[in-house]
């Protein structure tokens, strides 16, 4: 990626301009490695996502996926269409990119990038173009 963070993002939080610049290469990074064009969604939530680096019984999982639900409030499959005043209100942030027809591409494809939440002066990139 050819976005490259200034020295003062070791002291502030991204800024919104530095959001939409990220997501878009790194959208189009996704692109040119799953070799086809995808779909993007990108989801702001008033609240830290939940998650577990371990399975619970199906009631916790889903008791999780639900206040992950809750906690959204902004969602766009359009990054010009995610507004200055959703990024400045969301607690965190996550666009999940996946290839539009899966025939074109690995089943198994798809990418992950969050912004704010714990790491509000870095953004977190998952790519994975295999199984």
């Known amino acids: 990626m050819d976005t490259r963070l200034s020295i003062s993002n070791r002291i502030f939080s991204i800024s919104f301009s530095e959001f939409v ?11 040119r490695s799953f070799g086809t ?4 969604e990108i989801r702001a939530m008033d609240q ?19 206040c992950n639900r809750k906690a959204v409030f902004f969602k766009t499959a359009d990054l010009s269409a995610f507004p200055n005043s ?8 996550e666009a999940i990119i996946a290839p539009k027809d899966r025939q074109l591409s690995h089943p198994y494809a798809f990418a992950h990038a969050e912004f704010k939440g714990a790491r509000p002066s ?7 173009p295999q199984d």
Do not use: W
């Open 21 to 31: 610049a990220m997501l878009q290469e790194f959208n189009e990074l996704v692109e």
């Open 37 to 40: 064009p995808c779909s993007l």
């Open 48 to 66: 830290m996502k939940m998650f577990s680096t371990r399975m619970f019984h199906d009631d916790t999982m889903d008791f999780i996926d639900e």
């Open 86 to 93: 959703v990024f400045d209100a969301a607690i965190y942030i």
């Open 122 to 128: 870095q953004g977190t990139f998952y790519l994975q």
